[in-house]
């Protein structure tokens, strides 16, 4: 045989030998992806009714929402803040020990949906139970802001703005729509229990500090 045949089978077997040792070589296992970061919570609104919608639109919001409740729907105007003002009463709502009323606000100049108010208050003369009740409403509110996924710094909580007010819960999302669970009528720091009704207030607003409402009159306008 000659030389040159004997050149052409070296090559080929070692060609063959490096095959077969790739194909014995463990494949390394893919490194696993890194878990992807929780979006963060946006604000739309309460329920079906989304900032934005118009009057018509909430209306069947409240419908979709409430069935039992919609006929009782109401609508008034705000002279002050030249708003318009949708309001229903619930007989029950959760975490709420009772009955709550919620209002859904439409903006002076664009006629949408920029705020939607719920609350739940007890009588005049409540009970120690029925304040603890309302209470115990409110931190259950703040557990279920607090566990949604939040931007560093774009939220609060326990600020009293004044006397007998006690704001639970304060959160922003990234498009400025801002969320508050607010007490009020309760005892706070060492200061007496109030007297009056105690409420709790969960609202839900388009643009934090940036109201669809009449201007105020200019200083030195009349």
Do not use: C
């Not at 309460?46 to 729907?73: C, I, K, N, W, Y």
């Not at 109030?194 to 388009?206: E, H, M």
Request: glycine share 8%; charged share 15%; aromatic share 8%.
């Amino acid at each position: 045989m000659s030389n040159r045949f004997f050149r052409q089978l070296t090559v080929l077997m070692t060609f063959a030998i490096a095959t077969a040792v790739q194909a014995q070589a463990p494949v390394p296992a893919p490194s696993p992806a890194a878990p992807a970061a929780p979006a963060l919570h946006v604000i739309t609104g309460f329920r079906s009714a989304h900032f934005g919608m118009t009057e018509a639109e909430v209306r069947q919001a409240v419908q979709h929402d409430f069935p039992a409740d919609a006929a009782g729907l109401r609508a008034f105007d705000n002279p002050t803040e030249r708003t318009r003002v949708l309001a229903v009463g619930l007989l029950k709502l959760e975490p709420g020990p009772a009955s709550a009323a919620v209002s859904y606000i439409f903006g002076a100049t664009s006629h949408q949906l920029i705020q939607v108010n719920v609350v739940w208050t007890t009588g005049e003369q409540p009970s120690e139970q029925e304040r603890a009740q309302i209470a115990a409403a409110g931190f259950q509110l703040t557990s279920y802001f607090r566990e949604l996924t939040w931007e560093p710094g774009h939220t609060g909580s326990g600020a009293s703005r004044a006397p007998g007010v006690l704001t639970l819960f304060t959160g922003v999302d990234s498009k400025n729509a801002v969320v508050e669970v607010r007490l009020s009528g309760v005892a706070v720091g060492k200061a007496a229990q109030p007297a009056g009704p105690t409420q709790l207030r969960l609202a839900y607003a388009a643009k934090a500090g940036q109201p669809d409402v009449a201007p105020a009159p200019k200083p030195g306008s009349f």
